[in-house]
């Protein structure tokens, strides 16, 4: 795993890609638990430029381990 840290302004830009996209389950936490997620699982994408599909299809992958 990267040295790689989530900071508070990652969480922030989540936060409001939840609220557009997810406005249900846009809590702190929940972006948060997000990013931890796809930091674990994403490797591949996070060392190319992901696009919003790329972001929506793994947090489609992340609903299915809540």
Not at 7 to 33: C, R, S, V, W
Not at 54 to 61: A, H, R, S, V
Request: charged share 25%; glycine share 4%.
């Amino acid at each position: 795993m990267s040295d790689y840290k989530i900071t508070d302004e990652d969480i922030q830009g989540m936060l409001n890609y939840l609220k557009h996209h997810h406005p249900e389950q846009a809590t702190q936490e929940h972006a948060l638990a997000y990013l931890e997620w796809f930091k674990a699982k994403g490797r591949e994408i996070s060392v190319n430029d992901p696009t919003n599909t790329d972001i929506e299809e793994m947090y489609q992958l992340f609903l299915c381990t809540l």
